[in-house]
């Protein structure tokens, strides 16, 4: 996972300057002896999003599963810096 971040570029000085507070911060605790637990983040959240957006779907068919999906996407990669790759 580190190897892939870094070959994206994600910890390139450029890229850092661009980024916000909490994102500087993550990337930091990642790097440090804190990092598995930010996977163990990563996965719970991940999981979560399942769950709503198959309550999501039951609930409100495509349109529910959707819009689940889409703002937990945008929450993990404004906070996680992931993309759904």
Do not use: D, W
Request: hydrophobic residues 50%; charged residues 15%; aromatic residues 16%.
């Amino acid at each position: 996972m580190i190897n892939m971040l870094l070959f994206k570029g994600v910890y390139e000085p450029q890229v850092i300057r661009r980024n916000n507070c909490c994102q500087v911060t993550i990337k930091i605790v990642f790097l440090s002896f804190l990092g598995p637990f930010y996977f163990v983040g990563v996965e719970l959240v991940s999981k979560t999003m399942a769950v709503l957006a198959s309550l999501g779907m039951l609930v409100y068919g495509k349109k529910g599963y959707l819009f689940v999906r889409t703002h937990f996407l945008r929450f993990i990669e404004f906070v996680f810096s992931l993309n759904e790759e």
